[in-house]
Nanobody
Framework: QWQLVESGGGWVQPGGSLKLSCAAS????????IGWFRQIPGKEREGISC????????QYDDSVKGRFTTSRDNAKNTVYLQMSSVKPEDQGVYLC???????????????????????WGNGTPVTVSS
């Protein structure tokens, strides 16, 4: 059974930084594009980034562009989300997901909806407050 496990969530002040990790259990991330999503209270789940298997192509939603950075270390079977200049509206549960629709190495046409991503983690909560 394939599973993704997120970690690194916690409390952070507005303007602060936090780094999240997404690790694979039971499979390797090497051949999969990985997306980051978040569930914010009162809103539908939204995709915020996607990184191709090689790390050569990265896409961000406008809401996090310039503030969040996703990267990967395939040797460690881990994908990261570096959150900087955090805003109160960033508070929520963050999840990662693996692309399973071929070509699995590439992000889908609409990464924000998570189409083709069928392997999900349970999420790690991020609290933003003063």
């Amino acid at each position: 059974q394939w599973q993704l496990v997120e970690s690194g969530g916690g409390w952070v002040q507005p303007g602060g930084s936090l780094k999240l990790s997404c690790a694979a259990s039971g499979f390797t991330l090497t051949s999969h594009a990985i997306g980051w999503f978040r569930q914010i209270p009162g809103k539908e789940r939204e995709g915020i980034s996607c990184i191709s298997a090689s790390g050569g192509n990265i896409q961000y939603d406008d809401s996090v562009k310039g503030r969040f950075t996703t990267s990967r270390d395939n040797a460690k079977n881990t994908v990261y989300l570096q959150m900087s200049s955090v805003k109160p509206e960033d508070q929520g549960v963050y999840l990662c997901a693996a692309e399973t629709r071929r070509p699995t190495e590439l992000c889908g046409g609409d990464f924000r909806r998570g189409v083709g991503m069928n392997y999900w983690g349970n999420g790690t909560p991020v609290t933003v407050s003063s």
